[in-house]
Nanobody, 124 residues
Framework: QVQLVESGGGLVQAGGSLRLSCAAS????????MAWFRQAPGKEREFVTR????????YYADSVKGRFTISRDNAKNTVYLQMNSLRLDDTAAYYC?????????????????WGQGTQVTVSS
């Protein structure tokens, strides 16, 4: 049974930092590209960032470029999201997702497995 378990969310002031983790089990981790999505109340789930199977290639939404960094540790079956310079509009539930296709996509429907999400709330 595949499980993706996010952790590290919480309440942070604007300008602060958080580091999210997503621990994967039940799949061959290094055969999956991993991504982070987020969903704010009343909004659609949106792509945040993606990392390739090896970790060599990353992609970012324009809204987080230069502030967020995705990384992975294949030995630990874990993907990370370092979030710096957080803004009020970064407030959302953050989800990690796994895609066994090599072709880059931001479409949520293309991702095979999902975690339950972790809440990030940025306050002023």
């Amino acid at each position: 049974q595949v499980q993706l378990v996010e952790s590290g969310g919480g309440l942070v002031q604007a300008g602060g930092s958080l580091r999210l983790s997503c621990a994967a089990s039940g799949l061959t981790f290094n055969r999956y590209a991993m991504a982070w999505f987020r969903q704010a109340p009343g909004k659609e789930r949106e792509f945040v960032t993606r990392v390739s199977r090896s970790g060599a290639t990353t992609y970012y939404a324009d809204s987080v470029k230069g502030r967020f960094t995705i990384s992975r540790d294949n030995a630990k079956n874990t993907v990370y999201l370092q979030m710096n310079s957080l803004r009020l509009d970064d407030t959302a539930a953050y989800y990690c997702a796994a895609d066994n296709q090599m072709v880059y996509t931001t479409a949520a429907g293309r991702y095979e497995y999902w975690g339950q999400g972790t809440q990030v709330t940025v306050s002023s």
